[in-house]
């Protein structure tokens, strides 16, 4: 791993495995927030045939992140969210996956040392109320997702039902999924699909 490189916990398994159950062979998966993109190529090593793109906003992440996603048949861009990503995407992901920083920025001097000296702050920081960066995720879905289309987010059990209602807010219908055994809670939202 990087240095300065977000590492994922063990229960980003639980988002994992959340999106693997939804994803069919031949989908599009993004990974956005896509750190070392770890999250990313371990969901392509649970499918088959999937296409893979991965994002981040720190060049640390993504120079990582290319070597673990280009393992996995994937490919890395550099940017803010969705914006680096080929317009060709639009409307055409089956699965998006956003494991964005959801500390609150008061609650980051709390954090244990490690995360707070060897994590990138941007990987981090989520805003006043540490949900920042999710809103923005969920505010673009629906122009990315395919109909019927899932984003899905990591998020706290305290966050959860602010986090569903951002999805709510941002046309999507949002459910909540749990895990005790890793302490994980994960938001997911599925674009509707309108009869033509």
């Not at 060049?59 to 060709?88: K, M």
Request: glycine content about 8%; hydrophobic content about 45%; charged content about 20%.
């Amino acid at each position: 791993m990087d240095p300065k490189v977000f590492v994922p916990r063990k229960r980003s398994e639980f988002l994992v495995s959340q999106a693997a159950a939804l994803a069919r062979p031949e989908d599009i998966v993004v990974d956005l927030c896509c750190g070392s993109g770890a999250l990313g190529a371990a969901l392509a090593a649970a499918l088959e045939r999937i296409e893979l793109y991965a994002a981040d906003i720190d060049p640390a992440a993504v120079r990582c992140a290319s070597r673990n996603v280009a393992a996995a048949g994937g490919q890395v861009y550099e940017g803010d969210l969705y914006d680096p990503l080929p317009v060709t995407l639009r409307g055409r992901v089956n699965v998006l996956i956003a494991n964005a920083p959801y500390v609150p920025t008061g609650g980051i001097e709390m954090l244990p040392s490690e995360a707070r000296i060897h994590e990138a702050q941007v990987a981090l920081d989520g805003g006043e109320d540490g949900l920042d960066v999710q809103r923005r995720v969920a505010a673009a879905a629906p122009l990315w997702l395919a109909p019927g289309g899932y984003l899905l987010v990591e998020t706290s059990e305290r966050q959860m039902l602010q986090t569903a209602q951002i999805f709510v807010d941002s046309g999507l219908i949002a459910q909540v999924a749990s895990c005790d055994e890793l302490d994980a809670t994960v938001v997911i939202g599925t674009r509707p699909v309108f009869p033509e």
